[in-house]
């Protein structure tokens, strides 16, 4: 399985007009290409040294949490602010329409833990970004950023200079 681009449906002027929004609930809806995804991704990574793998909420949380349990790893969620019940450390970044919290707890993970960044779509880099600063926040070595889907022509790349970025689907 390699052309995973056709189990993302594309829903034109969601969630407002001008927008075309990347679904990928058809390619989790299919066991045999959502495994096969989780797949390439551990394969891609099963020779790093990967410690614990952080999950972007929302739909981060299910590619890095499959993924962690393929490689035998801890799961660490990066969430929006007001959901993690802990001491946490936040980070506010810029959307294209406002302003965004993540939050990650304090205790997430030991100083020094090689972590691996998983979320489905990198468009402008913001949330990861943002999400790379709190991992930072807790002196770890960021390993590389795992996604499902890159949208190029956003440039969200540029913001997470010098990172591994590994994309399945590439816009």
């Known amino acids: 399985m390699s052309d995973f681009a056709k189990f993302i ?21 299919n066991g045999a290409v959502f495994y096969a995804a989780v797949e390439v991704f551990a394969n891609y990574y099963k020779y790093k040294v990967v410690d614990v793998i952080v999950g972007i909420e929302s739909r981060g949380f299910i590619f890095a949490s499959a993924v962690a349990h393929r490689l035998g790893v801890g799961f660490v969620p990066v969430r929006k602010k007001g959901k993690l019940p802990y001491d946490t450390y936040q980070v506010t970044y810029e959307l294209e329409y406002g302003n965004d919290t993540l939050t990650i707890h304090q205790d997430a993970f030991p100083k020094g833990s090689r972590v691996l960044i998983c979320d489905d779509l990198l468009a402008t880099g913001g949330t990861l970004d943002a999400t790379v600063e709190l991992v930072e926040k807790l002196d770890a070595e960021i390993v590389g950023i795992a996604l499902l889907i890159e949208l190029t022509e956003l440039n969200g790349r540029e913001k997470l200079e010098d990172l591994d970025i590994f994309s399945l689907i590439k816009y």
Request: avoid cysteine; aromatic fraction near 10%.
């Open 9 to 29: 449906r594309n829903v034109p002027d969601f969630p407002e007009p001008g927008i075309s929004f990347k679904d990928i609930t058809p390619l989790l809806g």
